[in-house]
Every structure is written in structure tokens, then in C-alpha cells.
T-cell receptor, first 115, second 112 residues
Framework: NAGVTQTPKFQVLKTGQSMTLQCAQDMNHNSMYWYRQDPGMGLRLIYYSASEGTTDKGEVPNGYNVSRLNKREFSLRLESAAPSQTSVYFC??????????????FGPGTRLTVL | GEDVEQSLFLSVREGDSSVINCTYTDSSSTYLYWYKQEPGAGLQLLTYIFSNMDMKQDQRLTVLLNKKDKHLSLRIADTQTGDSAIYFCAEIDVGGSYIPTFGRGTSLIVHP
């Protein structure tokens, strides 16, 4: 099993460009998440999908959109990138509500720089 | 809402014990976690404890939970250079959204 995979690993954008970060999991998990990690700020939740067909805003959703394409895939889109979106982005998945302790499994991250 | 606090840095000598502390605010049935993030990688679950337990031990790792003070600690015995990483405390309210709240992470530096 590959677990959680993310593409691309690195990306440099110019201000105003758009891009989509891809995430896929092969563990048949119900819930998927997008986080950003900035120095000294820890992990902040951008959006999550509790189950296929649903998405909800997290702590820092502004400037982002998401799509839960199917049970396996959850993408994050930046429509008009800004330097403040320079960060490391992590996708995660978990069994979700009803599991015993809902361990999250993380992808390797996408390092995004917006110039 | 939930809030999880932890100190940002800890430096220890190889072979010593490390103790990483965390405080949380949720008071209902809760799972509390320690995740480890190695350089350039995503987070991985190290261990977890349910709020009806006081202690959990797993090889070199000991988790202590003080429910009265809402204080969680992770002790790593015989710390090695390979333990250098960022350690995140997190909690889930079992009766709520099941979305974890993470602390900001403690950078553990192990020096010879």
C-alpha cells in the first residue's frame, strides 16, 4: 500500500497563478484533510471532507477551494496564488467518525513557494 | 473550542531522557495523541491515550496524563539522535467533530 500520496512535491508559482494540489489514499478511508504548515504556527486545517460527497471549511479556508473527487482523491486548488500562501501543504486521511481513535495518516507534503 | 499548547523547543544530550509537555482544554471524552515529524516528511502517529487512562508505556516511550490539570507529557528514555524531530500533541473530542486539534509542535534537538 502506498498510503497517502501527494503531487507535486515542490512547486514555484508567480503571484496570481493558479494550481491544483493532488492527494490520493489507498486505505479506503472516509475522511480526508488538507493542512498547511508554517514555522511556529504548527498545522492549520484548511478544508476537510468527513465523507465522500461532503467538504467543510477548516481554520484557514480563504484563498482555497477543494474537491472530493471520489473516496480516494481530495484536491486543493489555489485560484490566484499570493505570497502569503507560501507554505508546506499536507494531505491526511483517517477512518473518520466511528473509528476507535481516528489515527490520521499523512502524505509527504508539497512545498509551495509563491513569488 | 479546543486549544492545545506546547513549548516550541527542547534540547537534550544523547542518552538522557526527554520530556515534552502539552496542555489541552477539552474536558469531555478525548483521545490525546503524540505525532512525530521527521525532517522533510509528514507526521506519523507515535502513540495515543484515551482520557480515562493515566499512563501508557511503549518501549522507550511513556505517556502521562493528568486529567485534573489537563496536562499530557511524553517521556522518551535514552534519547538518541534519531529522535530529533518535531513532536505534535493533538486531541480529538469523541463527542464532537472528530477533527483533531494540533499543538504548534515541539522541536526536539538531540546533541552528542
Amino acid at each position: 500500500n502506498a498510503g497517502v500520496t501527494q503531487t507535486p512535491k515542490f512547486q514555484v508559482l508567480k503571484t496570481g497563478q493558479s494550481m491544483t494540489l493532488q492527494c490520493a489514499q489507498d486505505m479506503n478511508h472516509n475522511s480526508m484533510y488538507w493542512y498547511r504548515q508554517d514555522p511556529g504556527m504548527g498545522l492549520r486545517l484548511i478544508y476537510y471532507s468527513a465523507s465522500e460527497g461532503t467538504t467543510d471549511k477548516g481554520e484557514v479556508p480563504n484563498g482555497y477551494n477543494v474537491s472530493r473527487l471520489n473516496k480516494r482523491e481530495f484536491s486543493l486548488r489555489l485560484e490566484s496564488a499570493a505570497p502569503s500562501q507560501t507554505s508546506v501543504y499536507f494531505c491526511a486521511s483517517s477512518e473518520g467518525t466511528g473509528s476507535s481513535y481516528n489515527e490520521q495518516f499523512f502524505g509527504p507534503g508539497t512545498r509551495l513557494t509563491v513569488l | 473550542g479546543e486549544d492545545v499548547e506546547q513549548s516550541l523547543f527542547l534540547s537534550v544530550r544523547e542518552g538522557d531522557s526527554s520530556v515534552i509537555n502539552c496542555t489541552y482544554t477539552d474536558s469531555s471524552s478525548t483521545y490525546l495523541y503524540w505525532y512525530k515529524q521527521e525532517p522533510g516528511a509528514g507526521l506519523q502517529l507515535l502513540t495515543y491515550i484515551f482520557s480515562n487512562m493515566d499512563m501508557k508505556q511503549d518501549q522507550r516511550l511513556t505517556v502521562l496524563l493528568n486529567k485534573k490539570d489537563k496536562h499530557l507529557s511524553l517521556r522518551i528514555a535514552d534519547t538518541q539522535t534519531g529522535d530529533s524531530a518535531i513532536y505534535f500533541c493533538a486531541e480529538i473530542d469523541v463527542g464532537g467533530s472528530y477533527i483533531p486539534t494540533f499543538g504548534r509542535g515541539t522541536s526536539l534537538i538531540v546533541h552528542p
